[in-house]
């Protein structure tokens, strides 16, 4: 009895949990009117990652909780990729024009290109899964893709840390919840003997959540220098506007 009870709250847990790790992340960008220091990229990898679970879900019928998790993470980010767009520093690519990326690739100026770009990454899914959906191999294929997209999550971030030599404007609430977050589906794949991707892909994305936490330690929370020298630049041309 007791043993139902905790696999029950185990799977609400799952399903609920890592999408509220953002939430904290986005109270913060939002109490500061900064997204600085929060990668956009960890966005664009969760949202395709999940949208690609939902359909491998359709073709390899995993336990439920996991599916709402997709589900739930993927509303979650689309409300923080609208909140670090609003609140995007004054100077960044896609204001300055200065995209490195092919197509300028999730560093568009509004918010409806990335809609538009979502709306027709599902299409695509759709008719894809219509065509291959049946066969064993696509969908096993479709599961390490979806997952193994969802592992490389910390690596925007651990870039963008290494680039900064800081964790300015990344809280520690989510990076605990990454860490314990990941620890705990480990766990929790392995117990409930879930698909062989999960497992696989739930280890590597820890050891990454690992150097992270090194860089923390390391590099600490300081405002980088890039920050300050934009804070400096501003205040001149607010003065010699003035003027």
């Known amino acids: 009895m007791v043993q139902g009870w905790l696999s029950i709250l185990a799977s609400i847990g799952m399903a609920i949990g890592p999408p509220l790790v ?13 997204s600085t220091g929060f990668s956009r990229d960890v966005c664009a990898i969760l949202l395709l990652a999940n949208i690609t679970r939902c359909f491998f879900w ?6 439920f909780a ?5 589900l739930f993470m993927i509303v979650a ?3 923080l990729l609208y909140i670090c767009l609003k609140y995007r520093p004054p100077v960044s690519p896609e204001s300055l024009g200065t995209s490195t990326r092919p197509f300028s690739f999730w560093q568009w100026r509004t918010y409806t290109q990335y809609i538009e770009f979502l709306a027709g990454f599902i299409i695509c899914q759709a008719i894809v899964f219509l065509i291959f959906g049946s066969s064993n191999i696509y969908v096993a294929i479709l599961g390490f893709v979806a997952l193994g997209l969802e592992s490389t999550l910390p690596i925007p971030q651990l870039i963008s840390n290494y680039k900064q030599k800081s964790l300015y404007g990344f809280r520690m609430s989510t990076l605990l919840g990454w ?3 990941d620890a705990f589906k480990v766990v929790y794949f392995f117990l409930k003997k879930n698909p062989l ?4 892909c739930a280890i590597f994305q820890l050891s990454i959540d690992c150097v992270i936490v090194v860089q923390r330690l390391y590099y600490g929370n300081a405002i980088p220098a ?4 934009e ?3 501003l205040e001149q041309a607010l003065v010699l506007a003035e003027e």
């Open 231 to 233: 804070e400096d630049d």
């Open 22 to 34: 953002y939430a904290d992340q986005a109270y913060s960008i939002i109490k500061k009117k900064d």
């Open 197 to 200: 991707q999960f497992k696989v």
């Open 66 to 70: 996991l599916l709402f998790q997709s």
């Open 179 to 181: 860490f314990g977050g």
């Open 58 to 63: 359709l073709g390899d019928r995993f336990e």
């Open 226 to 229: 890039s920050v300050l020298q």
């Open 77 to 79: 980010q689309l409300a």
